[in-house]
């Protein structure tokens, strides 16, 4: 057979683009391949990542499901149609559980089309933002028999345009899913097609921060609305496309963007409903407690006559209405600490000292309170809480925090093993799962509503200047100085999992070099080690742009640093490694005037303003996979108020 490559041999083909009868091959991946890189598997109602998400037991919540499944299949007949129902309540009154238990009725009955479950607290870090969320809808969509040509329309669309993930969602959404239907509309059977799309938890869809610093706090809220918005401007576009032909449902928490929108803005394609006394969540709650009470009285063998109707009504009324009260105190009560019978009076009795009234989860509060005050270390497991379950962007296995925390064997069962009714914590044999939070109230009580908990922090410890410091920071130190965890790895392989993991998180874990045993770890550490580690880790999505990382390492071991004396021996050691490692990587660095400068920005000796306070670091090389060309450099300086200087500049 002769050809272009007959008898050709030891040659490579780079961006190969093959166009066949039906499909187009783009650098060697179809479109299929390419939509299923893009997508968050773990959002999906029926994935492993959710195996264990909660859902609605027989009979429970079932006047709210029952109003949601007939509005799906019967509302084109009510007297004012609505597209979009907007479910919504306070924190723990069993939203996501209704949403999942209404996604596998539709499922089981042919009536779902796709559902996106976003969780910013567990799961995966694709389902924490909106980068999936389109592809993953068009993804469900093109699966059902009743739409292969639709299937094939989007992924016609992304042949036609292999960037398209990284456009705008709202074009994302008008490309894969709008105009595939607008081109096809009448072609196929409407009454074989499903009827609605879930999405739930759209309110802790979260902003990814940009490259070259991290959001304020206030910067961060303002991102996370305006990503709220633009998915709610995007769902209402569609329900008002005559072309489009599902329903809605949408799940949050009534937060002001949401209440605005949905009841303002979208009036008039939106039915509410909220998760009030109206559905009678008391006699839901009751329900559940007994249903869960009779398996506790098999495992013990308690008597029929346990927990009394006395016991039974208090505990209804303590959880005013709120199913995650419940769920925490029947983990609480069955955890196996102390019996059954004396757990349950434990949790009938607790109070909070002067307590709020107008806190609506006095109750919960309470609950988390006694559980973390009864630990052997209450504030080491709640600074280990907020350790795992941080900022990460993907959840880490608990084997490898397992290997962070441990000086001795033991220690993560003592700090964070004594709260089985608030975490899940796999087994030391479990290398790949990761520590999952049953809630995300415990985020919230940590840090909004942690008023009784700090009393109870100054009680044991004293005032906060007098508490140890935190074993977190002591962690990182160690760990740099012994290049790997305290309790050595049993093989390589698990020593390079170790750091692979360590280098993705632990710039957000450094802290300012305060003490002399600080500086004599990082003068004793093998600085040029470690940044070289750091400047040659494998990039993905998850990794910070190495700049970044640099300036946080420099920042920690510069900025104690006196104002007018020479730097300390141990920053001179990593400025150096840093210096050198940078630059034979032809990366730009700050000079020596550039670092007086911003110790004297920092301490506010200099009215030079913001841009000072912070050091950039940037690839020299055009070719340099963190390169920003001058361009996106000034682009870059107009959205973040830096003005052109010697911080950053062009190769």
């Not at 979009?84 to 779902?112: D, F, H, M, R, Y």
């Not at 070099?513 to 004793?524: M, N, P, W, Y």
């Not at 021996?569 to 660095?589: F, L, Q, S």
């Amino acid at each position: 057979m002769s050809g272009p490559f007959h008898q050709a041999s030891n040659f490579k083909i780079d961006n190969l683009e093959i166009v066949q009868a039906n499909s187009v091959t783009y650098a060697g991946k179809s479109a299929l391949e390419r939509l299923e890189e893009h997508i968050s598997p773990g959002a999906l109602h029926n994935s492993d990542e959710r195996c264990e998400a909660p859902k609605c037991h027989p009979e429970i919540r079932a006047a709210v499901q029952d109003e949601i499944l007939s509005w799906i299949s019967e509302g084109d007949s009510d007297a004012d149609p609505k597209r979009l129902l907007w479910l919504t309540g306070p924190a723990g009154t069993g939203k996501t559980a209704i949403a999942g238990s209404v996604a596998e009725t539709c499922s089981e009955q042919g009536l779902l089309a796709a559902t996106f479950f976003f969780s910013s607290f567990s799961g995966s870090a694709d389902r924490r933002s909106k980068a999936c969320f389109v592809p993953t809808l068009a993804y469900q969509l093109r699966k059902h028999t009743g739409l292969q040509s639709v299937g094939k329309a989007i992924l016609s669309a992304i042949d036609n345009d292999p960037a398209i993930f990284r456009t705008r969602l709202k074009d994302q959404f008008t490309e894969l899913i709008l105009k595939p239907f607008r081109q096809l509309r009448g072609q196929y059977d409407t009454s074989t097609l499903p009827k609605v799309i879930i999405i739930d938890g759209v309110d802790e869809c979260e902003p990814l921060s940009p490259p070259h610093r991290p959001f304020t706090k206030e910067e961060a809220q303002i991102a996370r609305e305006k990503g709220h918005l633009e998915i709610l401007n995007l769902l209402l576009d569609a329900v008002c496309d005559p072309a489009f032909p599902f329903r809605i449902v949408i799940v949050s928490r009534p937060e002001r963007q949401f209440t605005t929108f949905l009841t303002e803005t979208a009036s008039n394609t939106t039915l509410k409903l909220f998760l009030d006394d109206k559905y009678n969540p008391d006699a839901d709650i009751e329900l559940f407690l007994n249903a869960k009470f009779a398996e506790m009285r098999r495992r013990y063998h308690l008597p029929t006559s346990w927990p009394t109707p006395e016991q039974m009504s208090t505990l209804v009324e303590k959880s005013s209405g709120q199913f995650i009260y419940a769920a925490t105190a029947l983990r609480f009560i069955g955890d196996g600490a102390q019996l059954p019978q004396d757990q349950l009076n434990i949790v009938l009795g607790l109070v909070i000292e002067n307590h709020s009234e107008c806190n609506p989860f006095q109750e919960l509060d309470a609950l988390y309170l006694h559980i973390l005050q009864a630990c052997p270390d209450p504030l080491a497991t709640t600074r280990w809480i907020a350790t795992v379950d941080g900022p990460h962007r993907r959840p880490l296995p608990a084997h490898f925090w397992r290997q962070f925390i441990e000086w001795v064997p033991g220690e993560m069962e003592r700090f964070l093993g004594c709260i089985p009714s608030l975490l899940f914590l796999p087994p030391p044999e479990d290398r790949q799962s990761p520590i999952r939070v049953y809630h995300k109230s415990l985020h919230d009580f940590l840090n909004t509503r942690k008023r009784p908990l700090l009393s109870v922090f100054i009680k044991i410890y004293g005032p906060p200047h007098q508490w140890p410091r935190s074993c977190r920071v002591e962690r990182v130190l160690r760990i740099i100085q012994n290049k790997g965890p305290v309790i050595p790895a049993r093989t390589q392989q698990d020593h390079e999992e170790f750091l692979a993991h360590f280098l993705s998180i632990s710039t957000v874990f450094w802290s300012r070099v305060k003490t002399s045993e600080d500086k004599r770890i990082f003068l004793s550490s093998d600085a040029r080690w470690w940044i070289d580690r750091y400047l040659d880790k494998p990039a993905d999505d998850y990794s910070e742009e190495r700049g970044t990382t640099m300036w946080f390492i420099l920042d920690s071991v510069h900025e104690p640093c006196p104002i007018f004396y020479r730097c300390s021996d141990a920053c001179k050691r990593w400025r150096k490694a840093i210096v050198d490692g940078c630059t034979a990587r032809a990366y730009v660095v700050p000079g020596s005037l550039e670092l007086f400068l911003r110790r004297a920005a920092n301490r506010q000796l200099l009215p030079l303003g913001r841009p000072f306070k912070y050091l950039y670091i940037r690839v020299r090389n055009p070719r340099g996979t963190d390169h920003l060309s001058w361009a996106q450099l000034r682009e870059q300086e107009r959205r973040s108020y830096m003005p052109a200087s010697r911080w950053i500049r062009p190769a």
